[in-house]
Structure formats: structure tokens, C-alpha cells
């Protein structure tokens, strides 16, 4: 098979290294582009030793221009904050290349709620129509097709494939959807700052960005599509004394009348039946951040409770694999015409 | 200042652990008794090393009689699994013994629940109306004149101290309350099983226990005294990779015609003042479980969330300190006549 | 590719679950019957829900007989306690199985060592001889030929490829060796004992076995088989609160004249040039249990203090992939005549 | 009592919070001064929100004067890197104050060693002779008449206290020895910087600092001293990924003719008799660094090895409590003629 030459720009944080560590075992895609600012000039597998030995090991560091990844790669991923994608991906799109983007700014639909959430002017309202949300379970076919791809954040992807088969299938009331999320410190990026150091983290649990994280809207946004009705959830994060993996526990009422607890999980388990990543727990057990890490997978736990007449929602991910870097190889996997699970077969230890 | 003997029976768990600590710092108690079936014999200096020096190490642990207790104790301590409480309190009390249990089997003021909840027969119902909820800051009065004090749950104790000061004074609504809280392993006991061991717990996240928690119905009873009408709430407890702490993040709506975020901030400042464990932080703070391990501390942190008419208040405490021992210290420090903080200054390491 | 069909005894511990997760992702190889005593009759995808979806889940777990290990399988990997492999091994392979044994009954290659330090008799003595000891870098012609393979210890593992180039190359005394080891906690099984617990393992730390911990014999009788001359080591194992890895600080004294630090890594690259799972890592830089987890690299860091005129060897392994499943997987992609590193290709996550 | 005024310089550093902790509790010291370049102007209890309703939560963070340390306190607590409190000192000891500096700057008694090893010139030289090293089992005559305490480097204190028995009783050779030391992660400080970060030290374990680490010289001076003749050991450092606790293991050889296992342990027992805090455990019992977390006591444990005539101890030190703030605390103590262990009896949670 011819190899797909696939650049990354921003390899420093933990999304961009789990990326290299997933091209490494991609048997099409190719990295030949690997840029950061601040390491510009190092071999890749002495930055990051764990690549040593492996393909792409041997790359030395560049700082991103646009005419680089014009003659080294066919798509670009870029893990770049905010802010700074919108000013890259015209550019690469005018040089006929293919863009994951890991950041937000092509997310929203909407350039006022990207504004007024984000603090920040849009600078590419224009490619807003024809970004995909990069969804593979519920956006294969754009995103097959499309040139620019917006890689899901990580907390809205274990929240919308939670509660999909449920607004989907009408059984739970749109009001009232309290989601307590949990992330892994992987989540909180790889900057140099003492909230982050290993002594202030370990043996420590708090919740941040409450009341407005900045995935609420991009949460709203595609839960209202499932929907087909605008939504209103209430988005709490907190952060976990461990390296990956995100729960979710939401809370929904349930329709009247209630639908009995085999019929809920009926409702799931036909929703996903043709989703191998997606995996339904049976009735009374309940998922794990281990049980997925480093991986596709998002298990989904369902428990109905007759005493309340709610259903909560128990989804995990690996935030890194399925949350940011896998989902973005599986996106471009379609790009290409390739099976979704390409390079992403690996089961990773659980711990 | 004369001594006060007291003995522990249910040594080999971590509350039981933790009231050895706390007694070792106590001025005017004495440990005199220790005891656990599988350890009985040894010396409680070798059983646990941390205690090699000082007070208590010397003591033989032993089996539990209550002709050993009426001996030797004033007040005892039981740290035993439900359902065996309730059967050596009568002839405790009969002894002329006063007792801190730390057991649910005298929390629950109506047998019906506690026998639907804990699925055990109550032996010693007689006893409930004189049973006193061991909560030093809403029952001090109760306490100090009580032979049988019930120790809250570790959850309870989280959630009551967080929302007394709203429900007191109604500006939140009654129903729709969510509690979404996660605690550190202590919590699951020092049992030997495959799910608690070092490999199953770190790096991991998990729920457990949905949707009928034991510590449910005891929530609701409290609450529902505060509240002044029965109460219906939703109860979720996780488990952190990590040691100690609880983090309660609980969601309820404001009332009509909502306060602003700064009075509803002055009605917590106002309900705690002269409470000095009880630490409402300023708007915009979230507490951590750090900073109060080891220590009899509750922060709060209160978020008004005016987009979604939501008051969402999150409290800390350490569930083995003021989740229990240093809990059942304080009951006994006001069953004495102490100050209840008597041996309960120290500020133990954040981590 | 026909397949080769294998059995595996002993699913419950680490070992065991770790090759459950390497099967799944091997190209060739196919798990027929996966034994336990204690949980015979599960699917292997209920009990380990992470195998849900992949190869193997649908296996039913069984009581283990040689029956229906010879009619199932080609090759049976032993993850059993010490003594039980050797009550197996002669009939599987009278069934004309061939045999992979994680446990320690056949490395060594005389018995009265064996009995001294395990304290059992050998009951399959007559084995011993034809037995190879399967450290592939080291044995892989006799791998390749072998019908008995005893798979090498981890903490052995991380030794002898740290060694083997400066024994080799006689840049080092023979004598005066000290190995000061420190392994995640899956290196104490996965029994549930209270000493593993979480409570009682994370944040601590702990030398155990000393001075006589049961690799000790294996060491030296790997060590001197390269020196060609009989050993004495001093080993001690430490136990980290982490879940995978051994990193092993390897304390000798350069031969006089020394070689320069140069020379020394020169030494060690040449050594390892063809092998690629070796990394010797440039001078200055020291080895990080990360680098290598879930994989079968042995990272190698090398430390020459002219003040002390030692020559400090640091490496590091994944004690469960290189120290025990991977390295089972890769004899027998040996003795199948496979490339060794079948399978075993992935990176997985650094944390 | 009345009470000793102290000042802290450096607070936001691991020793200065713990500093900070160990005050709060101590019956006759009182922090009046706190100084930090960085967050000068804040109250306390805001910048370490454990503190809040403590006592010294509302002290205001200043930067460092001489003036304001001479009008405001008795002693002050210098926790700044080397090469800075050798600036601070003549001053403060020039308007009468007394100082215990946590820094190495005063530590070597020999300036070009400290000049060697750390790279610096040294600037207060004629102060060298007067300083005192502030280990309080080995120098509390001298500590309680000094000006100028040096408190000792966290793995120095770990390795004295272990090493001093066998050493002054001459039962082992003074070459020859390996010290082989692994330390929590707060011993790397709280500077901002990715190596330390949670998600790189979490589930790993490192060597560092090899083979010349700057605790070195001093380790070598002070068992110089016991054993009454110059000494070169080997010293390696490794970061355990947990946040308290330093635990030693020392190689040494027995002298000829070997005492027998029970003869050095009765060493150690006398030597250490009246030392309340340091506890030498029975033959066959190894240290665990959890059982003295957050206290001053330091655990011995030696492992006699007839096979190899060696003797290995293992120490285990709290690195902020004994090898740092609590062992300063407990200097300032004597040098004001208080029991040396006031404001020190605190039994800090096990996890």
C-alpha cells in the first residue's frame, strides 16, 4: 500500500504524543512533518525516548510554515491551542492539503458562541459550513468527504456517544441534564505550572471551570442535533489523581411513561449493535477508565432508577486515544478511504 | 487531668486505624482496650508499626467481652460492620458504658428503613429514640447528654455540612437534588479482595452502588429534618485512586425569585461563623480534598449557576477523620464535657 | 496463515491477564482454552470486560486436563504458582505439546539449587536438561528447538540484559555485584492479600525478600554461565506504587586498566547493535520505567564513576510484557519459527 | 509561655509549607514574618488555603528585609536554594537573630568542597566554623548554643541516622559502601518545570543526579566524622512516584571478625535507646516509609547476610518532617531551650 505522509504540528503535548505514538504503528500513514516551536531542531526519538527505535523516530523537529507541509505531507494534524489553528488551516487548505484539527476553533457552528465562550475573534468564520464535526459514529460519511475535519473535544465525545441512543430514541427528557464529568490529569495539558506538578495533583480530587467549561457549548450544540431541539446542560468537570481516561455520569429523566430497564437497554444495544468501539455493559455492571485506556473503546454503563424515575448514563473513554489522537487517526482514516479501526487495533495495557 | 478509658473494638480497619492515630494525640484519653478477633494476642505496637513509641503501642489486642470493656472503659468505641453493633450496645449500656458507634445500625431512626436498606433485622430497635446522630455542629446539645451516639456515614457527613445552610434557609428547592460525590479507597474498607487491591484501583475511575447506596436513606433523613419535609434525593458515589478524602459536587435548583450569587455566598458565611471546621470559601474557589486530610475540616465552595438557575455546592472532608474517627473523637470530647476539639487541633500533612 | 492454537493456565494473575491482551492482537496465534480453577465456567470476556469485542472473549474458562489441552491446542503457556508447572509439563508433552512455563521450575538447571531456595522437591528432575531458558537475545537457537521453555524471571530479565555486555566483555569484576531492584506492585500477583491493597501500597515504599529473595540463584546462574565462572550477587527488591515496571540499579567495579566511559558505551552498542528490543541510551542520559511499558524494549543506561571506579548499569524493563507475557509470546514465536517480535509490535501508552 | 517570634524566608517551596504546617501547631512559636519574592502581598490563608482559620492565615507574604526580620522576630527559617542564604545570613546574624538554614550553604565545613560540588564561590566563609550541623541525635549540645544552624539535606539525614550505629561501633568497613537512596517527589521542589508534572512522574521511576549527586560531599563528611577517618561512598538518588518519604538502602561489609545477626542488632537497640525517634525494628522486620510520614521518626532496619558477609540497612525518613521542616523546628527548639521534640508529637495520617 502506498503510505499516506501525514505532518503534526504541535508534538509537545500529551495528545501530540500520543499521535506519534499511534502513527508508530500505522501500517499506511507516515509521519513526515513534526513541528513545535520550542523544540525545533531535536530528533524526535530523543525528545521523546519512547519512539526510539520506531518509525518516525528519526524526524528532526521543525517549526510549522505552511510550504513544508506542502511538500512533505498530504494531511496535517494539528494539536495547537486555540486560537492558533484558525490561523493555519486556510493556508493548508488553499495548498490542497487534508486538516485534522485537535483544537476547537472549527467545533462550533456558530461564530458568536465560539466568541462568546472562547474569548476570541473567529478569524475563519468562513470554513465554519464546512468543517465536520469528526463524530465517526455519526458523522462517517461527511467526514469521508470532507477536507477539514474538527476533532471532538474530549469530554463531549464521552457525553454524546453516552446520551446518543437515549435523545436519539426519545426515551429521556431533554430538560434537565446534569453531567458530572471526571478526566484523568492528562486532560490538563503538558504546560510547565504548579497546579499541574505531580505532590499539588496525587492524593488530591477538585472540580474546575465550573459553572462554564468550555465544552458546555460544544456539548449543547451536538446534543441539540440528536435532539432536534436546543439544549441546556449543565457541564461539570473535576480532575482525577491518575494520567487518563474520563467518566461521565449524566443524569436524565426519563419520558413518561417509563420504558422498563430491559427496554432501555434494548434501546442501547440496538443503537450500537453495528459499532464495534461502542460497547453496551450489561444491566448492573458498571464501566471503568481501565478497561478502555489507550484505546477506541467507550463503554457505556445504563442505570435506571424506578425510586427517581431517572436514568443515569455511565460513559468512559481513554481521553487521549478516543478523547483527542485516536479519534483524529480514525477521521483521517476515512479521509482516505481507509477501514476506521486502521492502526487503532491495539489493546493497551490497563494499567 | 483525669483520664478517660476507652476502648475500640474494630481495630483492624482504616477508621479503626485512624482512631488509634487520633488517640495517640489525644491529652485525656486513654486507650485501655483494643480489640479484633483475628488479631487478638498481639501487641498493637507490632500490629501497626506507626504506633511503635507511643501511647497505646503496648497494649494486647484482645477479643471483645463487655465484662473486659466494663472493666477497663468509660466509653467504647465500636468500628464493626452493621448488623453487629446492635448486638453488643445493650449490654454496653447495661454496663453503665457509654458508646460512639460507628456503625449504621443506629443512624436510621425508623427500623423499616434501616431493615429495607441494610437487609438485616434490627435487634435492638428499643434503642433508636435515644440514639443521637453524632453531627457536632447541629446536635452538640444532644450529644452532650447521650450514652449511645450513631457516627455519621462518611458520604452523609459530606453532603449534610454542605447543604444545611441552604435548605436551612430555603433558597433551594427540595426535590430534584443530585449528589454526585467520590471518595478515596479508605472508604471501601481494609478487607483482602481482588477490587481493592493496589493494581485494580490506581489508574483507574469508577462508580459503584447505583442507584441504591446505603448511605441514601440516611442522607434523606437528615436532610429531610433540615428541610423540615421528607426528601427524595439522587446519590451517586465513585471511587478515587488515591487514599483519602470525599469531594460531594451536589446540584440543586435555586428558588423563586433566586438570590444574588453574593447573598446566597453571605447566607453560608452567615450559617457557619461560629463553626471554626466548617470553611466556606469565597465565590469563585473550589476546595480541594488536600487540603483538609488528615483533619476535621469542611470546606465548601457554592457556585451559582445563573444560565441554568442551578445552585451547585461542593464540600470536602477526609472520610476517615471527620468521615469517622476524628468524628467519633469530637462525640466523645462532648460526652465528656470536653472541648470538641479536644486532641483534634493537629494539621496533618496535605499529602 | 494457519494458526497456531494455544492454551493458557492460570488466567487470574497478571501474567496471565497480560497475555490474554497480547493474544488478542497477534496476527497468528489464537487462544483455544484459557484455564482457571477458581473461575471456570465464565466467558473470558466477563471477566476481563476489556476483552470484550476481541479475539478470545468468547472462550469459556475451564478446569485445566491434559485432555483438553491436546485436543484444543499446539502449545500451552503455564502461568502457574512454582510446583505446579512441574507437575504438568511431562504429560503435555508426552501429548506432544509444546510447553512455555512462566514459573521459576525450570530455569534452574540443577535441582538441589532449586530445592534449596523454593523448598520444594523436584518432582520432574529429568526435564531439567532439556528445559532452555528463554531469554531470546541470549538463546534463540535453542528456543527455536526447544519443546520446554522456562520463561526467565522479570527481576532476571532486567539483570541479565543489563549485565550480559559488560560480563561479555570482561569490562567488569565478577565479584562485589550488588542489585538494588524496584518493581510495580503487579509483581506481587494479583492475590488478594491486605498487604496489596491500595491503601496499603500507594504512597509508600518497601524493600521485601531480603536477602534471599528466590531470583537470587537465577541471577547468578545466568550471570556466571556469561562470565564463565561461578557467582555471588547480592539482590534486593523493592516494591514501588506503580503497576508496572522493574528498573534494576546494578552496582560493579570496572577491571583494571578501566576502560574509559567511551569505551564503556562503545562496549554496550556494539553488543547490542542487532538487537533491536536493547537500547543502550546515550551517556548522561538514565533509563525511565515509562519509556518501556506494555512493550519488550530494555532500556540501558550506563554510569562510569572514575571516583569510585564503578561502572553503575541501570535498566529497564516492563515486568509483565519483556518479564513475563512478552517474552513467553516471544519463544514462542520461536519455536514456531516466527519472528520474534510477532505480535508484538505495539507502543503502548507511556501512562 | 512566652512565645518565640519567627520568621520564614521561602515559603511557597515543600519544606516551607510544611514549615508552615508544623507552626500552626506548635504551643510557643509563632510565625510573624513570611517572605516570598514571587507572592508577596497576599494573606496567607489565601495563597495555603489548608492554613485558612489557623493560626498564621492572616500574616501578609512580604519580601525578605533584614529590617523587617529584625524588628518582627527572634529566629528565622532561611528555605531558600543555595548559594542565597549565605547572602542573607551575616546580616541576620549582625542584628542578632538567630537562623537555621535549610540550604547546603553552610552544611560543608570546607569551602572548596561546597565549591566543588556546588558550583558556586562561597561568600560567607568566616562563618563555616561557627555553624552548626543541625542533626539533633548526633549535635544537641552544640545545636542549643549556636547562631547559625545548618539543617541537614534530606537524604544525608536518612543515611547518618542509619549508617551511625554500625559505624561508631566499628562493625563495619568504612570503604565499600553503597547507598542506594529513593526519595518522594516533593524532595524535587515545586518549581514549575514538565519533569515534574504529574503525568511524567506518576507510574514511572528514575535514577537521577548519578553519579554525583550534590548530597554526596556531605554524607561523606558527617560519616567521615563517626567513623573517624576520610570516606568516598557511592550515592544514588532515584524519584519514587509518591510525594513523601525517603527510603535508604546501604550496602556495607561486616568486619572481620563477623557479630553475629543478634550482636548488631543489640548494637543498634543500645545505641539508639534513648532516642525516642529513632525506632530499630526487630531482625527480620523491613522499614516502610508510609509508617513515619509526616513525623520525625526514623525506622532502621538491618539485614545481616551471612552468605555474603554483608550488612545492609535501610532507613526510612518523612524527607519534610525529618529531613527537612521538623528537624529545623526541633534545631529552633533547642536553641531555645525547649524539649526538643515541642510542637513535634503530631501522628500524621499513614496515607
Redesign the interface.
Given at each position: 500500500m502506498e503510505h499516506i505522509n501525514v505532518g503534526l504540528v504541535g508534538i509537545t503535548g500529551?495528545a501530540g504524543?500520543?499521535l506519534c505514538?499511534l502513527l508508530?504503528?500505522h501500517p499506511s500513514m507516515r509521519l513526515t512533518m513534526a513541528c513545535s516551536r520550542a523544540e525545533a531542531g531535536k530528533r524526535l526519538g530523543n525528545f521523546y525516548?519512547?519512539?526510539?527505535?520506531?518509525p518516525g523516530a528519526d524526524i528532526v523537529i521543525s517549526q510549522f510554515s505552511t510550504e513544508e507541509a506542502a511538500s512533505k505531507c498530504d494531511l496535517v494534524f494539528l494539536a495547537v491551542p486555540a486560537g492558533t489553528a484558525m490561523k493555519m488551516v486556510p493556508a493548508l487548505l488553499r495548498a490542497d492539503l487534508k486538516v485534522v484539527d485537535f483544537s476547537a476553533d472549527f467545533r462550533l457552528n456558530h461564530r458568536p458562541v465560539f466568541e462568546e465562550w472562547y474569548g476570541l475573534p473567529h478569524e475563519a468564520e468562513s470554513l465554519l459550513p464546512e468543517a465536520v464535526y469528526g463524530l465517526p459514529e455519526l458523522y462517517a460519511g461527511q467526514i469521508a468527504g470532507a477536507r477539514l475535519v474538527a476533532n471532538p473535544g474530549c469530554y463531549p465525545s464521552s457525553v454524546i456517544l453516552g446520551l446518543y441512543a437515549a435523545l436519539q430514541e426519545h426515551i429521556i427528557r431533554t430538560d434537565?441534564i446534569?453531567i458530572?464529568s471526571?478526566s484523568?490529569?492528562?486532560g490538563a495539558g503538558?504546560k510547565?505550572?504548579?497546579p499541574?506538578?505531580?505532590?499539588?495533583?496525587?492524593?488530591?480530587?477538585?472540580?474546575?471551570g465550573?459553572?462554564?467549561h468550555r465544552h458546555t457549548p460544544e456539548i449543547e450544540q451536538e446534543l441539540g442535533k440528536i435532539a432536534g431541539e436546543a439544549m441546556?446542560v449543565?457541564f461539570?468537570p473535576?480532575l482525577?489523581?491518575?494520567?487518563?481516561?474520563i467518566?461521565s455520569?449524566m443524569?436524565t429523566y426519563l419520558r413518561d411513561p417509563a420504558p422498563t430497564p430491559e427496554e432501555i437497554h434494548e434501546v442501547f444495544r440496538e443503537t450500537w449493535k453495528k459499532s464495534?468501539w461502542i460497547?453496551v455493559?450489561p444491566l448492573g455492571?458498571?464501566?471503568?477508565?481501565?478497561?478502555?485506556?489507550?484505546t477506541m473503546?467507550c463503554?457505556i454503563?445504563i442505570?435506571?432508577?424506578l425510586?427517581?424515575k431517572?436514568l443515569?448514563v455511565?460513559s468512559?473513554i481513554d481521553n487521549?486515544?478516543r478523547g483527542a489522537a485516536g479519534q483524529a487517526m480514525a477521521n483521517a482514516n476515512l479521509m482516505y478511504g481507509l477501514p476506521v479501526d486502521t492502526g487503532l487495533?491495539?489493546?493497551?495495557?490497563?494499567?
Amino acid at each position: 500500500m502506498e503510505h499516506i505522509n501525514v505532518g503534526l504540528v504541535g508534538i509537545t503535548g500529551y495528545a501530540g504524543m500520543e499521535l506519534c505514538r499511534l502513527l508508530s504503528m500505522h501500517p499506511s500513514m507516515r509521519l513526515t512533518m513534526a513541528c513545535s516551536r520550542a523544540e525545533a531542531g531535536k530528533r524526535l526519538g530523543n525528545f521523546y525516548p519512547f519512539l526510539e527505535g520506531l518509525p518516525g523516530a528519526d524526524i528532526v523537529i521543525s517549526q510549522f510554515s505552511t510550504e513544508e507541509a506542502a511538500s512533505k505531507c498530504d494531511l496535517v494534524f494539528l494539536a495547537v491551542p486555540a486560537g492558533t489553528a484558525m490561523k493555519m488551516v486556510p493556508a493548508l487548505l488553499r495548498a490542497d492539503l487534508k486538516v485534522v484539527d485537535f483544537s476547537a476553533d472549527f467545533r462550533l457552528n456558530h461564530r458568536p458562541v465560539f466568541e462568546e465562550w472562547y474569548g476570541l475573534p473567529h478569524e475563519a468564520e468562513s470554513l465554519l459550513p464546512e468543517a465536520v464535526y469528526g463524530l465517526p459514529e455519526l458523522y462517517a460519511g461527511q467526514i469521508a468527504g470532507a477536507r477539514l475535519v474538527a476533532n471532538p473535544g474530549c469530554y463531549p465525545s464521552s457525553v454524546i456517544l453516552g446520551l446518543y441512543a437515549a435523545l436519539q430514541e426519545h426515551i429521556i427528557r431533554t430538560d434537565n441534564i446534569i453531567i458530572d464529568s471526571k478526566s484523568g490529569a492528562t486532560g490538563a495539558g503538558r504546560k510547565a505550572a504548579v497546579p499541574s506538578l505531580f505532590c499539588e495533583v496525587s492524593d488530591s480530587f477538585r472540580a474546575y471551570g465550573l459553572p462554564r467549561h468550555r465544552h458546555t457549548p460544544e456539548i449543547e450544540q451536538e446534543l441539540g442535533k440528536i435532539a432536534g431541539e436546543a439544549m441546556t446542560v449543565q457541564f461539570s468537570p473535576h480532575l482525577l489523581p491518575m494520567n487518563r481516561g474520563i467518566l461521565s455520569t449524566m443524569y436524565t429523566y426519563l419520558r413518561d411513561p417509563a420504558p422498563t430497564p430491559e427496554e432501555i437497554h434494548e434501546v442501547f444495544r440496538e443503537t450500537w449493535k453495528k459499532s464495534p468501539w461502542i460497547r453496551v455493559l450489561p444491566l448492573g455492571k458498571l464501566p471503568e477508565t481501565r478497561y478502555v485506556r489507550g484505546t477506541m473503546f467507550c463503554d457505556i454503563g445504563i442505570v435506571p432508577d424506578l425510586r427517581t424515575k431517572r436514568l443515569i448514563v455511565i460513559s468512559v473513554i481513554d481521553n487521549l486515544c478516543r478523547g483527542a489522537a485516536g479519534q483524529a487517526m480514525a477521521n483521517a482514516n476515512l479521509m482516505y478511504g481507509l477501514p476506521v479501526d486502521t492502526g487503532l487495533h491495539e489493546v493497551a495495557p490497563l494499567f
